[in-house]
């Protein structure tokens, strides 16, 4: 058993004993009869079938010095480990909080805060109507927590600080389906999250949304000398990833992005597609667009959900219309590749 493992284990033991949840609570959570034996615990995803014309993603995209790539992130969805408790669909998640330093470009290096040892952390999903239980150790050296957007009972709101070499099961049902966030609520938060503690939920509604190339893009700021204003700016964590390596995507195929600005100190930015017109799902809450635009304002945690296709090939650039934050890193291009 590695010492992740008895950490859970301990965990899960304590959780079990805790006080404060009563009978009636551990029926309900079915966790009477919760049998995790963390030797069993398999990773396994559940995903729906895509049927989406995607390119090949490279194996060995570029890091540009970091442990994680962007290019992964992009279409890179956690679906956890799934088992059924009382007829229910139970999605567990393991979150750990580190520090990793991360290279912005190739003069800056920055000291992140994360989950899992990236910045975004990972995209979480499941289906409206299961149960997410989200195993968290904290081993960062700060207090950090986990508070999820979306409903959730009062204990499982994740604003009590989580301290370092310690950890916590959040569990709460996954409703209302959209696009939604987590992030660490230690104050100060803008610290918290400007370092790089945040990540995307995404769940999804009863019925499947149509087939698409889906990607996540998480929009970051960085203050990297602590002057109080971010310097860099990021899609995905890494300043102008997709602008020296430009996302590849059909001519003609339904791209369904789900956009999320998680900018710290600025109060607002726009995100804006070349070229193109993409139909908006408000916070992901809706089956059917509101409107189209080709300019969508996001105040910090807002998010959508944004579908297109392209009807040229070529390259194309996304980016807020603060053209200071785009030119300071919050760019990229599709690379829209004929449709043989
Ligand atoms: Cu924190």
């Known amino acids: 058993m590695s010492n992740l493992d008895s950490s859970l284990e301990r965990l899960r033991q304590r959780f079990l004993h805790n006080p404060l949840l009563h009978r009636r609570q551990l029926l309900k959570y079915g966790l009477a009869g919760l049998g995790l034996t963390t030797a069993t615990v398999a990773w396994q995803s559940l995903k729906p079938q895509p049927a989406a014309r995607i390119p090949v993603i490279p194996v060995n995209n570029p890091m540009m010095g970091n442990t994680f790539s962007p290019m992964k992130t992009?279409?890179?969805?956690?679906?956890?480990?799934?088992?059924?408790?009382?007829?229910?669909?139970?999605?567990?998640?393991?979150?750990?909080?580190?520090?990793?330093?991360?290279?912005?470009?190739?003069?800056?290096?920055?000291?992140?805060?994360?989950?899992?040892?990236?910045?975004?952390?990972?995209?979480?999903?499941?289906?409206?109507?299961?149960?997410?239980r989200v195993f968290f150790l904290n081993r960062a050296g700060h207090a950090h927590s986990l508070?999820?957007?979306?409903?959730?009972?009062?204990?499982?709101?994740?604003?009590?600080?989580?301290?370092?070499?310690?950890?916590?099961?959040?569990?709460?049902?996954?409703?209302?389906?959209?696009v939604h966030l987590y992030h660490c609520h230690v104050a100060p938060v803008t610290r918290h999250v400007g370092k790089g503690l945040y990540g995307m939920l995404i769940i999804d509604p009863p019925e499947p949304r149509p087939?698409?190339?889906?990607?996540?893009?998480?929009?970051?700021?960085?203050?990297?000398?602590?002057?109080?204003?971010?310097?860099?700016?990021?899609?995905?964590?890494?300043?102008?990833?997709?602008?020296?390596?430009?996302?590849?995507?059909?001519?003609?195929?339904?791209?369904?992005?789900?956009?999320?600005?998680?900018?710290?100190?600025?109060?607002?930015?726009?995100?804006?597609?070349?070229?193109?017109?993409?139909?908006?799902?408000?916070?992901?809450?809706?089956?059917?667009?509101?409107?189209?635009?080709?300019?969508?304002?996001?105040?910090?945690?807002?998010?959508?959900?944004?579908?297109?296709?392209?009807?040229?090939p070529g390259e194309f650039m996304f980016h807020p219309h603060q053209d200071a934050i785009a030119e300071s890193g919050c760019m990229g291009a599709f690379k829209v590749i004929p449709f043989t």
């Open 211 to 312: 087939v698409a190339d889906e990607m996540v893009l998480l929009m970051g700021g960085y203050d990297t000398n602590d002057d109080g204003k971010n310097e860099l700016y990021a899609f995905n964590g890494v300043p102008d990833y997709y602008m020296m390596h430009p996302i590849e995507i059909y001519q003609h195929q339904l791209i369904r992005l789900y956009v999320l600005n998680m900018i710290e100190i600025d109060p607002a930015v726009t995100f804006h597609l070349h070229a193109n017109m993409f139909r908006v799902y408000p916070t992901g809450m809706t089956l059917q667009p509101t409107h189209s635009s080709d300019v969508i304002t996001m105040g910090t945690a807002e998010r959508h959900i944004l579908e297109f296709e392209f009807k040229y």
């Open 74 to 132: 992009l279409r890179d969805f956690d679906y956890g480990s799934v088992k059924q408790e009382n007829g229910r669909t139970v999605r567990e998640f393991r979150l750990v909080a580190g520090n990793t330093t991360l290279q912005l470009n190739k003069a800056v290096s920055f000291n992140s805060w994360n989950f899992n040892g990236r910045v975004p952390a990972p995209t979480l999903r499941a289906k409206a109507g299961e149960l997410i």
């Open 147 to 178: 508070h999820f957007h979306g409903f959730h009972p009062a204990a499982m709101d994740g604003i009590k600080p989580i301290r370092n070499g310690t950890g916590m099961i959040y569990e709460f049902d996954a409703e209302p389906y959209g």
